[in-house]
């Protein structure tokens, strides 16, 4: 059976393991796609090439940096890559005119078990939710955004201490493997496409730094899945003095108290924790604005903060 020729879009580290994976099966992929080259480094003087930009060229795959999807120019190189099969994997939103473009059609790996936690950032809302299961799953591209017909789902348990970093590390990996079974399905031609139950759908908006404000009124367990679920990045804060402070890993400790919300308790050694309702979160891992993280130990030599201070 002749394999499909693939034109291959995405842009981060991400979405290298799903192109190195096609490569390695022996897939023709023609053309890749992805973000144009910005400037930045120190001083912004350095050319930053995307992380998949860079797995094409290694391999002599042609690259195509679009600005503009609509643009004539870009869809006549992109037609004459005479693609049978377009994949996408963490890249933008694209028009009609291109995911309708080959004949096999254009499908999207998103990490999450589809319809729930639809939009930009699946896997930190999955943790922030406390969900203890969460996956990837393959569909069609279709005109409103994640709600194509499923082809594959993969599930990936979250554990109680996992962060937003762990979950990513591990689902870009298995997400690759689903991603060539997907190309293997569509290939066989003897595939079931599964729609979408809307009634089902969850958000998971783009994460913008007011969202990662961290109210210290709620439930030990909700701050804790908060805290991990924007961890590494781009992390939760909150504010010592007025100056912002990330928090970056903590653990949950469940106990009655009578302490206001935010309040601190620490030994000025290696302990120090934050009141929330029915316990304290433990924090195992920070980072003042200026510095580097660091963990809790080399904060507190040099903090100089109290028990009974309060955050905010």
Wanted: with cysteine; hydrophobic share 40%.
């Amino acid at each position: 059976m002749e394999k499909p020729r693939i034109v291959f879009m995405g842009t981060p580290d991400f979405a290298v393991p799903s192109l190195e994976i096609l490569i390695a099966a022996g897939y023709p992929v023609v053309g890749v796609i992805t973000a144009t080259d910005k400037m930045g480094g120190r001083g912004g003087k350095q050319l930053l090439e995307s992380a998949v930009k860079k797995c094409a060229v290694k391999h002599g795959i042609p690259v195509l940096q679009p600005q503009k999807f609509r643009n004539e120019e870009f869809l006549a190189e992109l037609r004459a890559l005479k693609a049978d099969l377009q994949i996408v994997v963490a890249f933008r939103m694209l028009p009609a005119v291109v995911w309708d473009m080959p004949k096999m059609g254009t499908f999207n790996l998103h990490g999450s078990l589809l319809p729930k936690y639809r939009g930009a950032a699946p896997i930190n809302w999955a943790v922030i939710k406390g969900e203890k299961e969460t996956g990837c799953t393959t569909f069609f591209l279709t005109h409103e955004i994640d709600t194509g017909d499923v082809l594959l789902r993969h599930r990936i348990p979250v554990g109680p201490n996992d962060t937003a970093g762990v979950v990513h590390d591990r689902m870009m990996l298995e997400g690759a493997e689903l991603v060539l079974d997907t190309v293997k399905l569509i290939q066989s031609g003897n595939y079931e496409l599964q729609a979408q139950d809307d009634s089902l759908a969850t958000p998971a908006p783009k994460i913008h730094r007011d969202t990662c404000r961290i109210d210290w009124d709620q439930p030990v367990q909700t701050v804790h899945d908060f805290v991990r679920g924007l961890s590494p990045w781009p992390a939760s804060w909150t504010t010592l003095d007025g100056a912002t402070l990330k928090i970056i890993r903590g653990a949950a400790e469940k106990t009655e108290h009578d302490k206001v919300p935010g309040t601190v308790v620490c030994d000025g050694k290696d302990v120090l924790k934050v009141a929330c309702k029915g316990g304290y979160l433990s924090i195992l891992e920070l980072q003042v604005a200026g510095r580097k993280r660091m963990d809790v130990k080399t904060f507190l030599l040099g903090s100089g903060i109290e028990s009974g201070t309060v955050l905010a």
